[in-house]
């Protein structure tokens, strides 16, 4: 290992404390076989670029040629008649012409070769990360992805576009070449690989530690900017609690940590450059003095030497091309891994078949939990009859946003069953399930585009006289006549700007479009001024009429207006009852209720 000699590789590696991932990390067999189905599915343009990347090989091959046949007549004493140098010219100046349109072709294909990879690579990934079960992107939260659909597929990019054909290029181009070789004097293909031993062990030394190591530094460098960004962000912060010093002292380890992993990674580099010029040297050493032996010998002719040595010389542009590119796909490689992971999640199906029959929705027995081992729910049974409004209280952190989002189908329990009519949600497909039941949450998301499209998201066939009754319904319709495009104006980033009321009059009106006939509502703490808020609560209110409601109650009047209050402390329905019941008897809600109220 390398503490045997050199720099050993940092003890603290930040690559290995980033936040772990939620989603999940293709394997290496997984990853290999995505690969080779991408390779196979652009193999026509993988052959064209061989075939022109050949063809560009073998004209460069003629000038070596051309010299090897010259250098042999002149020492068999053939004169310049002989030699025909006008005609050698000739044919030398053609073939350089040739090589020089299919490099050119080589570039442009590897080039269109590279795009095309990558865009299916997009494609694959884009219309996957679509599909994924809104549980398992809720639980991982849409950083993880956010990160793999921006970094990964930058790093990404730059492998496709030009590793990937840099690869196959030099590979080709290193075999010809040896190919040539052989055919020239079978000899010195033999010596030139003389080379090959200590190549593969520099090589096999690095390849084992840099991709870690070069992780290991770029996270680094993450850290100290991370470090950095938070301290100018929170300056007032800073300099009130007088964190000066704390923070210079946190950076300076940041930026120590970074440096030692830059000076590793420098240190492998000093060995592998070093490494690849002793074989180079050593491979065209070997041609020339183990050439001169067989020249001696008369085992070959000083022209094949001629000729072997100038192919021998070629040969160290496409090793070290492989060499460069190999190196960029090592880190590819643990980029492709984060992407095909999201290929591995099961896409939401569901069973098609499975449809409830009414409206009651049963949690029984559910036990739920973020992470394996920790449960967030411990055993809830519940029952919310058709029509009847629940509110769930207690303390933060209880579960009851979880318990919301398990009635809603967004999860599904880890043991025990959600049914609603009878049918088990975890089973059923998200479409379905969002027919009949919505989650109603803080965020009220206005898509670019036109209102028209905005609404339209919720039921696709609803033609513009049912739009504007959704958002009469809303109170919308007012703000919504004066806008000089109607349904067709813009809104969204870049269009009309709507405020913070307007966007949530429009989530509501798309409610009412989906017409659910159960809502779970995880109660706005309305960062609206209150008169808006009365607005809204007023819209809302008429949303909610008819319908079953499960509301997360974060304000006790919420709880009071309902049919049904369930106090839920440590994963648990503690209590279960109406208002009036509950306070009479005076356990947990009561008390809550008389710390409010009073
Ligand atoms: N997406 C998540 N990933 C991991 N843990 C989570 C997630 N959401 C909630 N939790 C954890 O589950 C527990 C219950 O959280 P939950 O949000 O359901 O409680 P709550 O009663 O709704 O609290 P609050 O009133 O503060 O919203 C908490 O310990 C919380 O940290």
Not at 171 to 177: E, F, I, M, Q, T
Not at 273 to 285: D, E, G, M, R
Not at 324 to 344: C, I, K
Not at 362 to 372: I, M
């Amino acid at each position: 290992m390398s503490r045997r000699f050199g720099i050993a590789p940092p003890s603290y590696d930040p690559a290995g404390s980033e936040s772990a991932t939620t989603l999940p990390v293709g394997a290496s067999a997984t990853v290999r076989a995505y690969v080779r189905r991408l390779v196979r599915r652009h193999r026509g343009a993988f052959a064209a670029l061989v075939t022109v990347n050949s063809l560009a090989v073998l004209a460069s091959m003629v000038g070596p040629y051309l010299l090897g046949r010259i250098v042999e007549g002149l020492s068999e004493g053939a004169d310049a008649g002989e030699l025909q140098l006008g005609r050698t010219i000739a044919l030398f100046a053609v073939a350089l012409a040739v090589q020089t349109y299919f490099i050119r072709q080589v570039r442009l294909r590897g080039a269109m070769l590279g795009e095309r990879m990558l865009a299916d690579l997009r494609e694959d990934f884009l219309v996957r990360s679509v599909g994924l079960p809104p549980g398992v992107l809720e639980r991982a939260g849409t950083g993880d992805l956010l990160s793999r659909i921006t970094t990964d597929i930058d790093r990404l990019a730059n492998a496709m576009r030009e590793a990937v054909p840099q690869l196959a290029i030099g590979v080709v181009w290193a075999g010809l070449l040896l190919g040539a070789l052989a055919v020239t004097a079978p000899p010195l293909a033999l010596v030139a690989l003389i080379a090959l031993p200590v190549l593969l062990t520099g090589c096999r030394w690095y390849y084992r530690r840099a991709p870690s190591a070069y992780r290991s530094e770029a996270a680094g460098y993450a850290a100290v900017a991370a470090a950095l960004a938070e301290t100018v962000d929170a300056g007032r912060t800073v300099e009130a609690h007088r964190l000066g010093e704390r923070r210079v002292r946190l950076s300076e380890r940041r930026i120590s940590e970074w440096t030692s992993w830059e000076r590793y990674t420098l240190w492998l580099r000093t060995v592998l450059f070093p490494t690849i010029n002793v074989s180079n040297a050593l491979i065209l050493s070997a041609v020339l003095i183990l050439g001169g032996v067989f020249v001696l010998h008369g085992w070959i002719g000083v022209g094949q030497l001629t000729t072997g040595a100038l192919l021998a010389q070629m040969l160290i542009d496409p090793v070290g091309l492989i060499l460069r590119w190999y190196d960029e796909l090592q880190v590819a490689q643990v980029s492709l891994a984060r992407l095909v992971g999201v290929r591995e999640i099961e896409p939401d199906s569901g069973d098609g078949a499975l449809a409830p029959s009414g409206r009651d929705v049963r949690a029984d027995e559910v036990r739920f939990g973020y992470h394996a081992g920790t449960d967030v729910l411990h055993g809830v049974t519940m029952n919310v009859p058709s029509g009847t409004r629940v509110a769930l209280v207690g303390p933060s952190g209880a579960g009851k946003s979880t318990l919301g989002r398990l009635l809603a189908g967004i999860y599904g329990p880890r043991t025990g069953e959600v049914t609603l009519g009878g049918a088990e949600l975890a089973r059923m497909p998200a479409e379905r399930i969002r027919q009949h039941v919505a989650l109603v949450n803080q965020e009220h998301h206005v898509f670019v585009g036109s209102l028209r499209d905005n609404l339209l998201l919720a039921r696709t066939d609803a033609g513009d006289p049912e739009l504007w009754a959704a958002l009469a319904a809303v109170d919308a319709d007012g703000w919504a006549g004066a806008l000089a495009d109607g349904l067709d104006s813009e809104v969204g980033s870049g269009g009309l700007v709507v405020t913070p009321a307007q966007a949530q009059q429009i989530a509501l009106a798309r409610l009412v479009l989906a017409d659910p006939h159960t809502l779970v509502l995880d109660e706005a703490t309305s960062l609206l001024d209150p008169r808006a808020a009365r607005h809204l609560e007023r819209s809302l209110a008429r949303v909610l009429e008819g319908r079953t409601v499960v509301a997360i109650a974060h304000r006790l009047h919420t709880a009071h207006d309902a049919d049904v209050i369930a106090v839920v402390e440590g994963g648990r329905i503690s209590e279960l009852g109406s208002h009036d019941a509950l306070v009479a008897a005076d356990g947990a809600y009561a008390a809550l209720w008389r710390s409010w109220h009073g």
